[in-house]
């Protein structure tokens, strides 16, 4: 599975430096302030370039036009969360813990993540099937993982669910709903939240405190 951004940046920039990156950054961090505070179709390349207090050739050498910039704030989440169960080959822990700390490192990430990771569900009409066709590739990567897992873990007695697939989306839903609710000033901080979630996503699984005995 290719991690690769479905568009690369196609500014006039040929190589990346300490430097330019850090001006990428900047023009990255400014328009997601914009999209978030406005959305994407009310926020512009003026309203970035005034954000920044520079000109417009400065952001079109790094970038196309919004819609990249837009995609490229999207993808850095999308892989941290598609990629919340990958795990190296030789880690042999059981699945039942894989699947609780990769639905964790899920949450987390899309709380790490915000606004961005939030932005797919607010404006899913702005990608471009290019676009959502790579997402689309995470995150079967990650439900194929994740239901391996979860079987592997009903047979070892650690989790008790009907439907394998049904039962992930649920569980995987709720840090997807977070963007309804979610504020980095509200009354539990990001690791609270996260823990809160991770509980309740441990339920959904059904994960059991005690191995299951198998029936004589």
Partial sequence: MSQQPPVQASGRQKAATAG????R???????EALFDAQGYANTTIEQIVQQLGVTKPFVYYYFRNKQEIFETLSWAPA?????AMDFAADNDRPAHVKVTEGIERLIRAT???HPSAFF???????????????QKDLANHFYD???????????DGMFEFNDTKITALAACSLPGFLYNWYRP???????????ELAQLAWRVLGLRRTRKRSAA
Avoid: M, N, W
């Avoid at 000033?185 to 823990?195: F, H, I, K």
């Fill in 145 to 155: 993982r994740l239901c391996a897992l979860l079987e592997q873990g009903r047979q």
């Fill in 25 to 31: 950054e900047r023009i990255l961090r400014a328009a």
């Fill in 79 to 83: 892989v941290a969360c598609f990629t």
């Fill in 120 to 134: 797919p569900y607010r404006e899913p009409q702005v990608y471009r099937p290019e676009y959502l066709a790579a």
């Fill in 20 to 23: 330019s990156d850090e001006k």
């Fill in 111 to 113: 709380l790490e993540h």
């Fill in 185 to 195: 000033d509200g009354r539990l901080s990001q690791d609270e939240v996260a823990q």
